[in-house]
Protein backbone atom coordinates (compact mmCIF):
# COMPACT_ATOMS: atom_id res chain seq x y z
CA UNK A 1 0.00 0.00 0.00
CA UNK A 2 1.22 3.51 -0.99
CA UNK A 3 1.33 5.89 2.15
CA UNK A 4 0.98 9.54 0.35
CA UNK A 5 -0.71 11.13 3.53
CA UNK A 6 -1.74 11.02 6.80
CA UNK A 7 -4.63 9.40 6.06
CA UNK A 8 -2.83 6.51 4.81
CA UNK A 9 -0.68 6.33 7.63
CA UNK A 10 -3.09 6.06 9.77
CA UNK A 11 -5.47 3.07 7.84
CA UNK A 12 -1.77 1.16 7.79
CA UNK A 13 -1.72 1.67 11.78
CA UNK A 14 -4.89 0.99 11.96
CA UNK A 15 -4.31 -2.37 10.81
CA UNK A 16 -0.85 -3.05 12.50
CA UNK A 17 -3.27 -2.43 15.74
CA UNK A 18 -6.46 -5.11 14.66
CA UNK A 19 -3.67 -7.65 13.87
CA UNK A 20 -2.28 -7.13 16.99
CA UNK A 21 -5.10 -7.58 19.00
CA UNK A 22 -6.30 -10.46 16.74
CA UNK A 23 -2.65 -12.15 18.08
CA UNK A 24 -3.89 -10.97 21.76
CA UNK A 25 -6.85 -12.65 21.46
CA UNK A 26 -5.36 -16.10 20.91
CA UNK A 27 -2.41 -15.25 23.92
CA UNK A 28 -4.56 -13.93 26.69
CA UNK A 29 -6.15 -17.68 27.52
CA UNK A 30 -2.86 -19.25 27.74
CA UNK A 31 -1.58 -17.00 29.78
CA UNK A 32 -4.43 -16.66 32.20
CA UNK A 33 -4.48 -20.46 32.68
CA UNK A 34 -0.63 -20.27 32.90
CA UNK A 35 -1.63 -17.97 35.59
CA UNK A 36 -1.31 -19.32 39.27
CA UNK A 37 -3.04 -16.20 41.20
CA UNK A 38 -6.99 -15.78 40.67
CA UNK A 39 -6.96 -12.18 40.69
CA UNK A 40 -4.14 -12.23 38.01
CA UNK A 41 -6.67 -15.10 35.94
CA UNK A 42 -9.46 -12.55 36.21
CA UNK A 43 -7.51 -9.76 34.90
CA UNK A 44 -6.44 -11.68 31.83
CA UNK A 45 -9.84 -13.24 31.18
CA UNK A 46 -10.94 -9.65 31.42
CA UNK A 47 -8.65 -7.84 29.47
CA UNK A 48 -9.41 -10.54 26.66
CA UNK A 49 -12.94 -9.85 26.94
CA UNK A 50 -11.77 -5.66 26.32
CA UNK A 51 -9.90 -7.30 23.68
CA UNK A 52 -12.20 -8.55 21.69
CA UNK A 53 -14.01 -5.47 21.94
CA UNK A 54 -11.17 -3.59 20.92
CA UNK A 55 -11.12 -6.03 17.35
CA UNK A 56 -14.92 -5.15 17.25
CA UNK A 57 -13.70 -1.30 18.00
CA UNK A 58 -11.37 -1.37 14.74
CA UNK A 59 -13.66 -3.18 12.80
CA UNK A 60 -16.23 -0.60 13.47
CA UNK A 61 -13.67 2.34 12.35
CA UNK A 62 -12.57 0.32 8.98
CA UNK A 63 -16.70 -0.29 7.92
CA UNK A 64 -16.73 3.47 8.30
CA UNK A 65 -14.03 3.82 5.75
CA UNK A 66 -15.34 1.13 3.47
CA UNK A 67 -11.95 -0.59 3.99
CA UNK A 68 -10.57 -3.50 4.84
CA UNK A 69 -8.95 -4.46 8.41
CA UNK A 70 -6.48 -7.11 6.95
CA UNK A 71 -3.38 -7.47 4.88
CA UNK A 72 -0.61 -6.49 7.72
CA UNK A 73 0.78 -8.32 10.27
CA UNK A 74 1.87 -6.80 13.83
CA UNK A 75 5.77 -8.47 14.16
CA UNK A 76 6.19 -6.02 17.22
CA UNK A 77 2.95 -7.99 18.66
CA UNK A 78 4.68 -11.37 17.35
CA UNK A 79 7.83 -10.94 18.80
CA UNK A 80 6.01 -9.86 22.39
CA UNK A 81 3.70 -12.78 22.47
CA UNK A 82 6.77 -14.93 21.87
CA UNK A 83 8.73 -13.54 25.18
CA UNK A 84 5.60 -14.40 26.94
CA UNK A 85 5.83 -17.85 25.50
CA UNK A 86 9.28 -18.42 26.36
CA UNK A 87 8.03 -17.30 29.81
CA UNK A 88 5.51 -20.09 30.46
CA UNK A 89 8.22 -22.73 29.29
CA UNK A 90 10.61 -21.91 31.79
CA UNK A 91 10.37 -23.52 35.12
CA UNK A 92 9.51 -21.63 37.70
CA UNK A 93 7.70 -21.32 40.94
CA UNK A 94 3.93 -20.16 40.79
CA UNK A 95 4.58 -16.56 41.91
CA UNK A 96 7.79 -16.22 39.68
CA UNK A 97 5.65 -17.40 36.74
CA UNK A 98 2.77 -15.12 38.26
CA UNK A 99 5.92 -12.04 38.34
CA UNK A 100 6.89 -13.09 34.65
CA UNK A 101 3.66 -13.05 33.02
CA UNK A 102 2.74 -9.54 34.88
CA UNK A 103 6.30 -8.37 33.21
CA UNK A 104 5.42 -10.30 29.30
CA UNK A 105 1.81 -8.50 30.09
CA UNK A 106 2.50 -5.36 31.08
CA UNK A 107 5.41 -4.98 27.74
CA UNK A 108 2.25 -5.53 25.75
CA UNK A 109 0.11 -3.16 27.35
CA UNK A 110 2.78 -0.27 26.68
CA UNK A 111 2.86 -1.35 23.11
CA UNK A 112 -1.21 -1.20 22.84
CA UNK A 113 -0.59 2.26 24.78
CA UNK A 114 2.02 3.75 22.16
CA UNK A 115 -0.30 2.57 19.44
CA UNK A 116 -3.58 3.78 20.53
CA UNK A 117 -2.22 7.03 21.91
CA UNK A 118 -0.56 7.40 18.04
CA UNK A 119 -3.77 6.56 15.84
CA UNK A 120 -6.10 8.22 18.54
CA UNK A 121 -3.74 11.67 17.39
CA UNK A 122 -4.11 10.63 13.79
CA UNK A 123 -7.89 10.90 13.91
CA UNK A 124 -7.73 14.11 15.44
CA UNK A 125 -5.81 15.52 13.46
CA UNK A 126 -7.85 14.27 10.42
CA UNK A 127 -10.97 15.67 11.81
CA UNK A 128 -12.56 11.82 12.65
CA UNK A 129 -14.02 13.16 15.85
CA UNK A 130 -15.93 9.80 16.49
CA UNK A 131 -13.02 7.55 15.61
CA UNK A 132 -11.27 9.57 17.86
CA UNK A 133 -13.39 8.92 20.55
CA UNK A 134 -13.70 5.37 19.76
CA UNK A 135 -9.89 5.05 20.46
CA UNK A 136 -9.59 7.11 23.27
CA UNK A 137 -12.05 4.81 24.85
CA UNK A 138 -9.65 1.73 23.78
CA UNK A 139 -6.92 3.89 25.32
CA UNK A 140 -8.73 4.35 28.73
CA UNK A 141 -8.61 1.08 29.00
CA UNK A 142 -5.34 -0.30 28.04
CA UNK A 143 -4.10 2.03 30.47
CA UNK A 144 -6.12 0.65 33.06
CA UNK A 145 -5.23 -2.57 32.79
CA UNK A 146 -1.88 -1.84 33.10
CA UNK A 147 -2.22 0.31 36.34
CA UNK A 148 -4.42 -3.23 37.44
CA UNK A 149 -1.20 -5.71 36.37
CA UNK A 150 0.72 -2.58 38.60
CA UNK A 151 -1.39 -3.25 41.53
CA UNK A 152 -1.11 -6.87 41.47
CA UNK A 153 2.47 -6.89 41.20
CA UNK A 154 3.05 -4.57 43.89
CA UNK A 155 0.50 -5.61 46.47
CA UNK A 156 1.23 -9.19 46.60
CA UNK A 157 2.63 -11.07 43.47
CA UNK A 158 6.14 -9.67 43.80
CA UNK A 159 6.50 -9.84 47.41
CA UNK A 160 5.25 -13.90 47.07
CA UNK A 161 7.98 -14.39 44.60
CA UNK A 162 10.77 -12.68 46.23
CA UNK A 163 10.19 -14.96 49.27
CA UNK A 164 9.23 -18.02 47.39
CA UNK A 165 12.13 -21.28 46.46
Request: proline share 2%; with cysteine.
Amino acid sequence: MEMSNLEDLYLDQLKDLYNAENQLVKALPKMAKAASTPELQQAFQQHLQQTEQHVNRLAKIFEMHGESPRGKKCYAMQGLIEEGKEMLSEDATPMVMDAGLIAAAQRVEHYEIAGYGTVRTFAENLGHSEEARILQETLNEESETDKLLTRLAESVINEQARDSG
